[in-house]
C-alpha cells in the first residue's frame, strides 16, 4: 500500500467526525458523542464486500496509522485536561469538595466492582472487577457547566462545589487507574486469583510513588524553565512547543520506565506545567487547536471504528451484566456526590443538583475503558454500554438540572410581579 492511501480514511474521519460533532451539538450533547458516532458509521464499511475498499479503511497499513494518531490523540487530550485543571478553585469549596469527591469515586467504583464480581468470568479476578468499577469513576462536567452557565448558577454554591469536585475526581480517578494498570502487569495474579501482597504488587506501589516523586521534581525545574522564557519572549511558539516534548517525554518514561499508565504522564504533566504559569492559556490553546483539528477525532472515530462488532455481538449474558453497569454508572454518581453534599449541610435540592452535575460522562470515561482494554481487564465488549453512558447522562442532565431551578425561577417571576 502506498503512504499517500492514508489520506481517504483521514478525510473522511475529520469530515464526517466534524458534521457529526456539530449534530451532538446542537442536540445539546458532547462533540464527543458525535466523533464516536462517526466511527461507527465508518465501520459499518466493513461489512460491504469490496476487496478496494476493505483495503483503504481497515488494511493492516492504515489500522496500525489510525491507532498510532489515536494514542498521539489520547496523550494530547490529557495533556490538555491537566493544564485545565485549576488547582486553586479547590479553596473555594474546602472541605465540602474533597467529601464529594470521596463519595462521588467510592459509591460508582463499588458498584461498579460489585456488578462486574455478580457477572463475573471463570478467567477474572479482583483487578478485573475493580477496573470495571474504577471506570465509572469519571466525571466530565463540560455539559453541566454549559447549563449552570446558561441559569447563571455557574458561581453559586453548587457550581463551584461541582466544578471543584470535578478537579479533585479527575486527580483521584486518574491515580487509581495507574495503580491498576501498575499491577497489571506485575505478574501478582496466581491461580486466577490476586496476591495483593505478593512483591510484585510491592514493587507496583514503589515505582508509581517513585513516579510522582520524579515527576514533580523535574516539573519545578521545567517551571523555572518556563517561568524564564515567558519574561524572554510571551507568547513565543517554543513555549508550546516545549510543552509538547515535555508532554510526549512524561507519558513515554511513564509508561516505559515506571510501568505507569502514559495518560497519567501526560496528566501531570499538564498539571505540572499549568496553574499559576501566565502562558498556560496560550499553551493550552495551541494543544487543544491542535488536538481537535486532527488527533481527537481520529481517537474517538477509531474507537468507534474498531469495535463495531460489539455492538452486533452482544451476548445474553453481557446484555444483563452491560444494563446493570450503565444503572451503576448513572446511580453511582448521583448518590454518592448527593450524599457527600448533604453531609456537607447542603439542601436536600441542592444536593440533588450536585448529584446531577457530577453525573455526565464523556471522554476521560471513554479513555479509561480504552485503557482497561488495551491492559487486558476489560472486555471490549463493554463499549457499547459506556456509550450508553454518555448518552444517557448527557441527556439526563440538562434536563434534570434545569427542572430542579424551574420553581426557583417561578417564585422569583411571581415575587417580581407581586411587587
Request: proline share 3%.
Amino acid at each position: 500500500m502506498e503512504a499517500f492511501e492514508i489520506l481517504l480514511p483521514l478525510a473522511v474521519i475529520l469530515l464526517l467526525s466534524k458534521l457529526m460533532g456539530l449534530g451532538a451539538h446542537k442536540c445539546g450533547m458532547p462533540a464527543v458523542l458525535g466523533m464516536l458516532v462517526a466511527g461507527i458509521l465508518i465501520g459499518l464499511l466493513q461489512y460491504i464486500p469490496w476487496a478496494p475498499l476493505q483495503e483503504a479503511f481497515f488494511g493492516e497499513y492504515v489500522t496500525y496509522f489510525l491507532k498510532v494518531m489515536s494514542k498521539i490523540g489520547v496523550v494530547l487530550i490529557m495533556f490538555s485536561a491537566g493544564l485545565g485543571t485549576d488547582l486553586k478553585k479547590l479553596k473555594q469549596t474546602g472541605v465540602a469538595s474533597i467529601v464529594i469527591t470521596s463519595l462521588g469515586v467510592i459509591v460508582p467504583m463499588g458498584l461498579g466492582t460489585l456488578v462486574a464480581f455478580l457477572f463475573r468470568q471463570p478467567n477474572e479476578n479482583a483487578l478485573n472487577w475493580l477496573f470495571y468499577g474504577a471506570i465509572l469513576t469519571a466525571t466530565s462536567v463540560s455539559v453541566t457547566v454549559a447549563v449552570l452557565k446558561e441559569l447563571g448558577k455557574l458561581d453559586s454554591k453548587v457550581g463551584t462545589s461541582i466544578v471543584a469536585a470535578a478537579v479533585i475526581d479527575d486527580v483521584i480517578g486518574i491515580v487509581i487507574l495507574s495503580v491498576l494498570t501498575g499491577f497489571s502487569g506485575s505478574g501478582g495474579s496466581e491461580g486466577g486469583g490476586w496476591n495483593w501482597f505478593s512483591p510484585g504488587a510491592g514493587l507496583v506501589v514503589i515505582k508509581i510513588v517513585l513516579f510522582f516523586i520524579a515527576a514533580i521534581a523535574v516539573g519545578v525545574g521545567l517551571r523555572k524553565l518556563f517561568d524564564l522564557m515567558e519574561r524572554k519572549a510571551p507568547h513565543n511558539r517554543r513555549v508550546p512547543i516545549i510543552s509538547l516534548a515535555a508532554c510526549f517525554l512524561y507519558a513515554y518514561v511513564a509508561e516505559k520506565i515506571f510501568g505507569v499508565a502514559d495518560i497519567t504522564g501526560a496528566y501531570i504533566a499538564g498539571i505540572l506545567l499549568g496553574g499559576t504559569l501566565s502562558e498556560t492559556p496560550y499553551v493550552e490553546s495551541k494543544v487543544d487547536e491542535m488536538g481537535y483539528l486532527i488527533f481527537s477525532p481520529i481517537f474517538f472515530a477509531f474507537i468507534g471504528m474498531s469495535n463495531i462488532e460489539y455492538f452486533a455481538s452482544i451476548s445474553l449474558r453481557f446484555l444483563g451484566f452491560g444494563l446493570v453497569f450503565v444503572a451503576a454508572g448513572l446511580l453511582g454518581k448521583l448518590l454518592g456526590c448527593g450524599l457527600g453534599a448533604k453531609m456537607c449541610k447542603f439542601s436536600f435540592r441542592d444536593s440533588f443538583r450536585v448529584g446531577i452535575g457530577m453525573m455526565v460522562r464523556a471522554e476521560v470515561v471513554l479513555i479509561c475503558t480504552e485503557k482497561g482494554v488495551a491492559s487486558g481487564l476489560v472486555d471490549p465488549a463493554i463499549y457499547p454500554f459506556v456509550i450508553v453512558i454518555i448518552l444517557l447522562s448527557s441527556i439526563l442532565t440538562p434536563i434534570l438540572m434545569k427542572r430542579s431551578y424551574r420553581k426557583e425561577e417561578q417564585q422569583l417571576m411571581s415575587g417580581g410581579a407581586s411587587v
